[in-house]
């Protein structure tokens, strides 16, 4: 399996940034993508940025133009630049990989623990 620890997440004022870091181990080679979902307060859970094995990027219609995900392979580390931040990205922001298991033919998920971003002023 793949573990994920993220990092970065803090308070900062609108039209703010952070960086988001998700540092992967464990069964690196198995990942095809890895992805940035977020989940407030009585919201539910929404899938925000994407990045394949391939570079290809999905982002959600939300954060398009504000929001960029990238990837570090030496580090093995996933990143989620987030500029203009507004008050609705207010959010525990959580990264997850998405895995080949090939002994068992299947694609299975690996969550990391979540990082709290608050926009306030």
């Known amino acids: 399996q793949v573990q994920l620890v993220e990092s970065g997440g803090g308070l900062v004022q609108p039209g703010g940034s952070l960086r988001l870091s998700c540092a992967a181990s464990g069964s690196i080679s198995s990942i095809i993508a890895m992805n940035w979902y977020r989940q407030a307060p009585g919201k539910q859970r929404e899938l925000v940025a994407t990045?394949?094995?391939?570079?290809?990027?999905h982002y959600a219609d939300s954060v398009k133009g504000r929001f960029t995900i990238s990837r570090d392979n030496a580090k093995n580390t996933v990143y989620l630049q987030m500029n203009s931040l507004k008050p609705e990205d207010t959010a525990v922001y959580y990264c997850?990989?998405?895995?080949?298991?090939?002994?068992?033919?299947?694609?299975?998920?690996?969550w990391g623990q979540g990082t709290q971003v608050t926009v306030s002023s």
């Open positions: 997850n990989a998405e895995e080949i298991r090939t002994v068992v033919a299947r694609i299975t998920q690996s």
């Open positions: 990045i394949t094995t391939g570079g290809s990027t």
